[in-house]
């Protein structure tokens, strides 16, 4: 729906992304759509989600979001290192009926990183107005 304001497809996002956004901020933009995620990703969010050093809540989030709320923990490890699974899933998320799948592929496409989506949630809000424009319209008198 909204990948066409950034050129990538919304189906597949860099690490930064899942560093920077709770779970709740990616899955508004995945009503009744699929998300994929590369085992490659998901190991590094564990890897950071256990380092006692850099506590972050964001990735804690999402590992409790793989691990709990889609209950993908048991599967994820027992084949994360298989090279003959390409895909696993689907899991579902009903609350906004997401379809997540875990791939062992890397994209061809590029993926959509935190620089795009600062993007896509800056149109949130709509730009304010330049004074002078605002001004310069003031003062034309209507001709009605």
């Given at each position: 729906?909204?990948?066409?304001?950034?050129?990538?497809?919304?189906?597949?996002?860099?690490?930064?992304?899942?560093?920077?956004?709770?779970?709740?901020?990616?899955?508004?933009?995945?009503?009744?759509?699929?998300?994929?995620?590369?085992?490659?990703?998901?190991?590094?969010?564990?890897?950071?989600?256990?380092?006692?050093?850099?506590?972050?809540?964001?990735?804690?989030?999402?590992?409790?979001?793989?691990?709990?709320?889609?209950?993908?923990?048991?599967?994820?490890?027992?084949?994360?290192?298989?090279?003959?699974?390409?895909?696993?899933?689907?899991?579902?998320?009903?609350?906004?009926?997401?379809?997540?799948?875990?791939?062992?592929?890397?994209?061809?496409?590029?993926?959509?990183?935190?620089?795009?989506?600062?993007?896509?949630?800056?149109?949130?809000?709509?730009?304010?107005?330049?004074?002078?424009?605002?001004?310069?319209?003031?003062?034309?008198?209507?001709l009605t």
């Amino acid at each position: 729906m909204f990948s066409h304001l950034i050129g990538k497809p919304l189906k597949r996002y860099d690490i930064s992304v899942f560093e920077n956004y709770p779970p709740e901020a990616i899955l508004e933009y995945h009503h009744h759509r699929d998300l994929e995620i590369e085992f490659q990703t998901y190991r590094l969010l564990k890897e950071k989600a256990s380092c006692q050093e850099s506590e972050n809540p964001v990735v804690a989030s999402w590992v409790s979001f793989f691990d709990e709320v889609l209950k993908a923990k048991e599967d994820l490890e027992m084949n994360l290192d298989n090279s003959f699974l390409p895909v696993l899933g689907p899991y579902y998320y009903p609350r906004t009926n997401t379809t997540v799948f875990f791939t062992s592929y890397t994209p061809a496409a590029e993926c959509v990183n935190a620089t795009d989506l600062q993007y896509l949630c800056s149109l949130a809000e709509p730009p304010l107005p330049n004074d002078k424009v605002v001004k310069h319209y003031q003062s034309i008198k209507k001709l009605t």
